[in-house]
């Protein structure tokens, strides 16, 4: 207290109450600096509380500001016909807090962080948006005022998840459309459907996928993990690239997972193997054919990500969180089993809702 009273800082009526010599000016800007006479400086900090400040709102009514001969800032104010260094709008100032990001862990969900975000703006497009991670993505920005597209192959089912969120919120724009990504026919006629409609697209999430189950082949004679999960979605993102770009800035989300790390696209040679992709019925097993998906799913968005963020579109890759219980195992018995003794353990997916129990899971980061 010695030290403070000896340099002119001691306990004044005000925290805020300069020491002698010192004075509060402002930038044109209406950042609030300090300086100091005796010692010939100036900081930003206040030289007391160490706060930082900044003006609030426009000059009073009859106020200009100006610069005088000296380059100096003035205001003149008209009405009472007076000139001052003194900026008005320094009885007004606010600090200048500096807030830190808010740090989420595995127990934070959708819609916490987006809490506060306004996204009435926004065109939102998700696959596999009537159950699990997909449904509770879609819940989470329609209830921020996003217009949310659901592409499910099932249409019953998008219809009646999306009938659940607008139970929840009357103002909820959801709404469900025809895309099943194991026809590459069908994934076609999304896209111009989509496009016929005029509609932008801010946000794709491709999310759907599916896991564990038996060997089939599609339509169009490819394995149907590898072409669900990852070439469904490639040619959905091509099909929309040009409506992603006149919607910048716009982001592609794809859903991925850490299993990508079990497995590899090359030979014997250390050469890309491309019938690794699309194996046969002898090649074939579950696990390892989702994993190969997985990671074209990375080296998909990457790629998608250089081409197209110079034009403002944004590609992201995003793990979902290990023990996450979903309903994507449900192709095999085995594993529905498993997942059912590790359910104890796992986070919790269901939402307050009782409807949504039975159409999907929540999502938690």
Request: net charge positive; hydrophobic share 35%; proline share 4%.
């Amino acid at each position: 207290m010695a030290a403070l009273k000896f340099a002119g800082m001691d306990d004044t009526d005000s925290e805020d109450e300069l020491p002698p010599g010192w004075e509060e000016r402002s930038t044109k800007d209406g950042w609030v600096y300090y300086a100091s006479h005796d010692e010939m400086k100036t900081q930003w900090e206040h030289p007391k509380t160490g706060k930082k400040k900044r003006c609030a709102g426009d000059l009073p009514y009859g106020w200009e500001q100006e610069t005088d001969e000296k380059g100096q800032m003035i205001y003149v104010d008209h009405i009472n016909k007076r000139t001052t260094y003194f900026d008005p709008r320094q009885a007004f100032t606010v600090e200048d807090v500096v807030l830190k990001p808010k740090r989420y862990d595995g127990n934070t969900a959708a819609l916490e962080i987006l809490q506060g975000r306004d996204f009435s703006d926004k065109v939102v497009l998700i696959t596999g948006g009537n159950s699990g991670i997909g449904l509770e993505t879609a819940r989470s920005f329609a209830l921020h005022g996003a217009h949310v597209i659901l592409a499910c192959r099932n249409l019953s089912r998008a219809s009646k998840a999306a009938s659940l969120i607008q139970q929840e919120w009357h103002k909820a724009r959801v709404e469900a459309m025809m895309c099943d990504l194991a026809s590459l026919r069908s994934v076609r006629e999304f896209t111009e459907s989509y496009k016929a409609r005029k509609l932008p697209l801010h946000i794709l999430v491709c999310n759907a996928a599916v896991c564990t189950q038996p060997w089939i082949l599609t339509e169009d004679g490819l394995e149907s993990t590898f072409q669900i999960c990852h070439l469904g979605h490639f040619l959905l993102v091509q099909g929309l690239e040009d409506v992603l770009r006149r919607s910048a800035p716009a982001r592609v989300v794809v859903v991925t997972s850490e299993s990508h790390r079990f497995t590899d696209l090359l030979d014997s040679c250390a050469k890309v193997d491309l019938a690794l992709l699309s194996p046969q019925k002898k090649e074939y097993w579950s696990m390892l054919a989702y994993n190969r998906a997985k990671l074209c799913n990375i080296l998909f968005s990457n790629e998608l990500h250089r081409r197209l963020s110079p034009h403002g579109v944004t590609a992201n890759a995003v793990h979902p969180g290990n023990m996450m219980y979903t309903s994507i195992h449900r192709s095999w018995w085995l594993m529905t089993f498993l997942f059912s003794l590790a359910r104890p353990f796992t986070k919790s997916c269901m939402t307050p809702l009782s409807g949504y129990s039975k159409c999907g899971a929540q999502t938690r980061r």
